[in-house]
């Protein structure tokens, strides 16, 4: 199987929920991981959004790629811009990059949940979106 990792800073929000989209749609194909540069915690908004959508999260953990196995990488996809620049060396593998928002960052200081969450939502959706297309380039 193809070995895949997700890679935000701090592994908190978005890799998780690319990881956990692509569990969903092909973890039956290939080897899914995410990880940060840093470990942030997981995100409580982002395990929400994600059981909205039947994708539960809620076991994962926040993890520095030092953390992950001694697995070679067959593609490396970065969710965010910082993770791009400071993305730690992988030997062999197929780096991709697409930058989607940050909703902590986002949403900072906002103070309506309803309108925190949609927030949320919007870039979980964004994400699923660009998961369930990408396949095709991991041939």
């Known amino acids: 199987m193809k070995k895949i990792l997700f890679l935000c800073t701090g592994n908190s929000c978005r890799s998780q929920m690319a990881e956990g989209f692509a569990r969903k749609h092909w973890g039956h194909e290939f080897e899914v991981y995410s990880a940060g540069t840093k470990k942030h915690g ?6 929400k959004v994600m059981q909205e959508s039947g994708v539960d999260i809620s076991k994962h953990y926040s993890k520095t790629t030092d953390e992950l196995p001694n697995v070679t990488f067959d593609f490396v ?11 730690p060396y992988f030997s062999a593998s197929n780096v991709v990059h697409v930058g989607f928002q940050d909703p902590p960052t986002l949403t900072k200081d906002m ?3 309803e309108d925190i969450l949609k927030v949320y939502r919007r870039v979980r959706d964004e994400i699923e979106t660009f998961i369930k297309n990408m396949k095709d380039r991991l041939k």
Do not use: F, G, L, P
Request: hydrophobic share 30%.
């Open 42 to 47: 997981m995100n409580e908004r982002a395990i």
């Open 77 to 87: 996809v970065t969710v965010c811009d910082s993770a791009k620049e400071n993305c």
């Open 111 to 113: 103070t309506n949940e």
